[in-house]
T-cell receptor
Framework: EDQVTQSPEALRLQEGESSSLNCSYTVSGLRGLFWYRQDPGKGPEFLFTLYSAGEEKEKERLKATLTKKESFLHITAPKPEDSATYLCAVQATGGYQKVTFGIGTKLQVIP | GAVVSQHPSWVICKSGTSVKIECRSLDFQATTMFWYRQFPKQSLMLMATSNEGSKATYEQGVEKDKFLINHASLTLSTLTVTSAHPEDSSFYIC????????????????FGEGSRLTVL
């Protein structure tokens, strides 16, 4: 069974204090790993897709990296508007299209 | 692009009534749509997968007769919570994936804004 574990569950940063969120995964064969941002009371917003170990993607202050066992979401010089819950999800290869989500990391950036 | 619209955003109903939630892909054709349920401080739990023109595939433990899913066109799927009870109160979110060969087709899901259901 596919599993996604995210850590920490919650993270509080000062504005400008860079940090990383971790996503460890177990999947039979990885088709794709996804990062989403979710604001309270809203649906998740797509950020990145990573397909293979060594791949990196960036968007503004966010950078996602992937290894064979985990992914990191690096946040550089965060701002208060980066406060949200960040979700990691994996999709396995094979015929079934199910995507498995982690519980998320709730990030709070304090001015 | 890749916009998914969900309606209503929130709904309050009496116990025993039925509620319908709509999910539309606005700028792409979605052959597959997914319905999730999310409880506070928990991850998104997949309820069912619907493919246009065919019956939905429900996850283990999800009652087919309580959560009716219809995917009548490439841009619309509906979730009907029948005879709702307070324990059905939750945040329901739909998502869509593009049709093979057309954007967006890279595997990621695009989510609606979610629907908060409160059953009194």
């Amino acid at each position: 069974e596919d599993q996604v574990t995210q850590s920490p569950e919650a993270l509080r940063l000062q504005e400008g204090e860079s940090s990383s969120l971790n996503c460890s995964y177990t999947v039979s064969g990885l088709r794709g790993l996804f990062w989403y941002r979710q604001d309270p009371g809203k649906g998740p917003e797509f950020l990145f897709t990573l397909y293979s170990a060594g791949e990196e993607k960036e968007k503004e202050r966010l950078k996602a990296t992937l290894t064979k066992k985990e992914s990191f979401l690096h946040i550089t010089a965060p701002k208060p508007e980066d406060s949200a819950t960040y979700l990691c999800a994996v999709q396995a290869t094979g015929g079934y299209q199910k995507v498995t989500f982690g519980i998320g990391t709730k990030l709070q950036v304090i001015p | 692009g890749a916009v998914v619209s969900q309606h209503p955003s929130w709904v309050i109903c009496k116990s025993g009534t039925s509620v319908k939630i709509e999910c539309r892909s606005l700028d792409f054709q979605a052959t597959t749509m997914f319905w999730y349920r999310q409880f506070p401080k928990q991850s998104l739990m997949l309820m069912a997968t619907s493919n246009e023109g065919s019956k939905a595939t429900y996850e283990q433990g999800v009652e087919k007769d309580k959560f009716l899913i219809n995917h009548a066109s490439l841009t619309l799927s509906t979730l009907t919570v029948t005879s709702a009870h307070p324990e059905d109160s939750s945040f329901y979110i739909c998502s869509a994936r593009g049709h093979k060969g057309t954007p967006p087709n890279t595997g990621e899901l695009f989510f609606g804004e979610g629907s908060r259901l409160t059953v009194l």
